[in-house]
């Protein structure tokens, strides 16, 4: 599976972006996804996830509400809508695939192990 994440830029807080990730290979529509970030200075850490269908959603406690993962499995692709962006959000953004095999959510965001380049997200005024 090869992942490539676009769609990130600078936005004003309050405003939106809507990033895409676009996987190849067979077990891509089979496999859970998930969105991380990491910003300057601080750890990687899990923003969403979904699992192969796009049916069930996981999200960090943060960015609940705010955020929504989808994907359409017929083109590949699994977006974040990110609303009611803040400058904590400021992040570079990756996307992760791995087996869906209904552990825990954070199980299986341990367990992604096919990893895109990330897209950078900075908010601020």
């Known amino acids: 599976v090869q992942l490539q994440a676009s769609g990130g830029g600078w936005v004003q807080p309050g405003g939106s972006l809507r990033l895409a990730c676009a996987g190849s290979?067979?077990?891509?529509?089979?496999?859970?996804v998930g969105w991380f970030r990491q910003a300057p200075g601080k750890e990687r850490e899990y923003v969403a996830a979904?699992?192969?269908?796009?049916?069930?959603?996981f999200y960090r406690d943060s960015v609940r509400g705010r955020f929504t993962i989808s994907r359409d499995n017929a083109k590949n692709t699994v977006f974040l809508e990110m609303n009611g962006l803040r400058p904590e959000d400021t992040a570079v953004y990756f996307c992760?695939?791995?087996?869906?095999?209904?552990?825990?959510?954070?199980?299986?965001?341990?367990?992604?192990?096919?990893w895109g380049k990330g897209t950078q997200v900075t908010v601020s005024s």
């Open positions: 979904t699992n192969w269908s796009g049916s069930i959603s």
């Open positions: 992760a695939a791995g087996p869906d095999s209904g552990n825990s959510w954070l199980d299986t965001l341990e367990a992604m192990k096919y």
């Open positions: 290979g067979r077990s891509f529509g089979t496999s859970a």
